[in-house]
Each structure stands twice: as structure tokens, then as C-alpha cells.
């Protein structure tokens, strides 16, 4: 395997790398389909709610971890993710993040209340803040903002109607069940950028087993691609940011993990400038409760 080298991560490769990872990983609830649609007679069942934790390999070296929470109870839905930067990467680049997405389920449909976001990259906070109104219109405020962080402002009319990450992943939990092919796109925005998430179905394999993660065996694969509409910096010298990386196809493992769960995304696989990346499922656990990881705590800054 590669190993990282120079150029190293600059924060804006860094945030793209771990919001694409969390995005993605948010399939890991993206398969509970069978907690997420439940028959009539369960559509008032009891909470039901899980973690999944997750491994992040970049050019063969530990990069980030991160854990997603998934909790469902009766119309209501809460989706976290919480994430940092791991080994000697996170020893050059510290890095944390939390989101939280909360809102109402009807069916197939979501519609989600508000959505929160932070991260901290050497002590400096960078927030996201989604409210959404009955009318498909959508309240951002974010720090820094668009001018503040040279990048285009997102017009107000491109985002009605659309879903933060969290919940665009949890929607395609409600397009994909055991009769369908992972076949859908989701309309996606987080406070900064606009995009649309296009997934395809890529049928089914067999993992062989691995150190790394905790899964062996057949898979259903689903193939992603985040189309880029509005929002994004065009950085000539970000490994992220090159015109390949607007096509780059993004591959998703999903297998059924603990027997009383809906199968999970057990393996998320891309690549970029520094070479392929690698995102493993490391353990899975039910919740007794909606998931509540702590939120971030910016650090004092010295006189």
C-alpha cells in the first residue's frame, strides 16, 4: 500500500476528506431499512437505535475515526456523527467533528427540523447551522461564512427542498429496502456547499477477510457518486479539488452484522491524489436511547 507523503493534508483537504467519509458513512444507516420502514402494525413501535464505528485508512496509513448513531422512535428520527483525526495524522492535524441532524419521518418521507455542525482544526471552530421550514425552504448560517471562507455563496432557491447529510443518508435508507436496487438520488446541502448524491446498484460480493475491519463474507455493493452544484471552493492546488475528482465513483459494502440489526455498510472504498482510501466497520452495538455523543469543546486559547 502507498504510504502518505508530501504534499501533506491542508485543512481543506483534511474537512473534504472527512465530510465525504462521514457523508458516506452515513450509509452505514443507510442500510437499516428494515428499522427505518417498519410494516403499519410497527409504525408506532418502540425506539430503536444503534452505533457503528469506523476505521479510516488514506494511502495505506490510520487517518480518521469516527462513530455514526442512528436512533428511530415512533415519526422521529436523530442522526450523529462524531469524528477526529487518528495517529500520527492527528498528531500533525488535529481535528474533531460533530453533527446532528433531528426531524420527523412520514413513511418514505423526511423532513427534518434543523441540522448542526462543527468541527475544530488546530483550535479554530468552523460551525454549520441548518433550519428547515414546512415549505422546503432552508435557513444556513455558517462560520466562517461563504465570503469569509472565498468561496461562492449558495443561492437561496438552489436549496429549497433539499436534506443536510445526515439526513440525505438516512433517506436512502427509505429507498432501499430488501425489493429494491440501491438506485436514487438524493438532493443534498450542508450549510455551505450544494450537491446531489446519484447511487446506482453494483450488485453483490464476496469480502474476503481482513485485519481491519470486522466483516467477511457476501455484500450487496452500491456505487456513489457526489455530483458538485454549487458552493465549492476551486483550489487549483487541493488534492481534493481537481476536475477527476467531480466524476470519482465511490464503493459501498452492506451486509447484515448482529441478528436482531439491519445490515450495515461494512466497507466504504475511493481514492484521490494520494492514493486509494479505505473505510472499515470496526464494531457495531445497539442503544438503548437516542444516540447523544458529547458535543465539541473549543479549547482555551493562551494570553
Given at each position: 500500500m502507498h504510504r502518505l507523503g508530501k504534499p501533506f493534508l491542508s485543512f481543506s483537504d483534511l474537512s473534504a476528506s472527512a465530510r465525504i467519509m462521514i457523508r458516506l458513512a452515513g450509509l452505514t444507516v443507510a442500510f437499516a431499512a428494515m428499522i427505518a420502514c417498519p410494516s403499519a402494525a410497527d409504525e408506532a413501535a418502540s425506539l430503536r437505535a444503534g452505533k457503528f464505528s469506523y476505521e479510516v485508512y488514506i494511502g495505506g496509513t490510520h487517518a480518521l475515526s469516527f462513530d455514526i448513531g442512528l436512533g428511530l422512535a415512533g415519526d422521529r428520527y436523530r442522526v450523529e456523527a462524531i469524528g477526529h483525526t487518528s495517529g500520527i495524522i492527528g498528531y500533525m492535524i488535529p481535528w474533531q467533528s460533530w453533527n446532528r441532524s433531528e426531524g420527523a419521518r412520514d413513511g418514505l418521507s423526511l423532513k427534518p427540523d434543523f441540522y448542526h455542525s462543527a468541527n475544530i482544526f488546530r483550535g479554530q471552530l468552523r460551525t454549520a447551522n441548518l433550519d428547515f421550514s414546512p415549505d422546503g425552504s432552508v435557513v444556513a448560517t455558517a462560520i466562517p461564512n461563504a465570503a469569509q471562507d472565498e468561496r461562492e455563496r449558495v443561492p437561496p432557491e438552489q436549496t429549497i427542498g433539499t436534506l443536510d447529510n445526515l439526513s440525505g443518508a438516512l433517506s436512502l435508507v427509505l429507498a432501499l429496502d430488501a425489493h429494491r436496487p440501491c438506485t436514487v438520488t438524493v438532493r443534498g446541502y450542508d450549510g455551505r456547499r450544494?450537491?446531489?448524491?446519484?447511487?446506482?446498484?453494483?450488485?453483490?460480493?464476496?469480502?474476503?477477510?481482513?485485519?481491519?475491519?470486522?466483516?467477511?463474507?457476501?455484500?450487496?455493493?452500491?456505487?456513489?457518486?457526489?455530483?458538485?452544484?454549487?458552493?465549492?471552493?476551486n483550489d487549483p492546488h487541493s488534492l481534493y479539488d481537481q476536475p477527476e475528482d467531480r466524476e470519482r465513483v465511490y464503493t459501498i459494502w452492506a451486509a447484515q452484522i448482529l441478528p436482531n440489526?439491519?445490515?450495515?455498510?461494512?466497507?466504504?472504498?475511493?481514492?484521490?491524489?494520494?492514493?486509494?482510501?479505505?473505510?472499515?466497520?470496526?464494531?457495531?452495538?445497539?442503544?438503548?436511547?437516542?444516540?447523544?455523543?458529547?458535543?465539541?469543546?473549543?479549547?482555551?486559547?493562551?494570553?
Open positions: 450544494r450537491y446531489d448524491v446519484v447511487v446506482r446498484d453494483g450488485g453483490s460480493e464476496i469480502l474476503p477477510p481482513t485485519e481491519f475491519g470486522m466483516f467477511s463474507g457476501r455484500a450487496t455493493v452500491c456505487l456513489l457518486m457526489v455530483r458538485r452544484l454549487a458552493g465549492f471552493k440489526l439491519p445490515p450495515v455498510a461494512v466497507r466504504i472504498e475511493g481514492a484521490n491524489k494520494l492514493g486509494p482510501w479505505l473505510i472499515h466497520l470496526t464494531k457495531a452495538e445497539p442503544l438503548a436511547d437516542l444516540p447523544n455523543f458529547p458535543q465539541l469543546q473549543v479549547p482555551a486559547t493562551t494570553p
